[in-house]
């Protein structure tokens, strides 16, 4: 799946999701207005969804095939460098 197009940035839509969230748990919201901020936390989710699906690939596709590179920055040793 590749990134999203045309929507929020990922930031932007979690912002959101994370207020709509705020809002769903504070209650004291009509049903019909729960509904709809219930599916807009669904929409916004599934676009954080979508860009992190699309990260995962973009890092999968820059991976080595056989499997073997060290990727763990902790295990660099800065004298090899050298």
């Known amino acids: 799946m590749a ?3 045309g929507g929020p940035s990922y930031e ?3 912002d ?3 207020e ?3 809002q769903l748990e504070a ?4 049903l019909e207005q729960s509904l709809t901020l219930w599916e807009r936390g669904e ?5 954080c969804q979508a860009w992190l699906d699309g990260a ?4 999968e596709a820059r991976r080595p095939a056989d499997g073997n590179a060290n990727t763990d920055a902790t295990n660099h ?3 090899d460098a050298e």
């Open 56 to 59: 995962r690939e973009r890092l």
């Open 20 to 22: 709509v969230v705020r």
């Open 43 to 47: 929409e916004l989710a599934a676009i």
């Open 3 to 5: 990134q999203p197009t």
């Open 77 to 79: 040793d800065p004298a």
């Open 16 to 18: 959101e999701l994370l």
């Open 12 to 14: 932007a839509a979690r």
């Open 27 to 30: 209650g004291g919201l009509p």
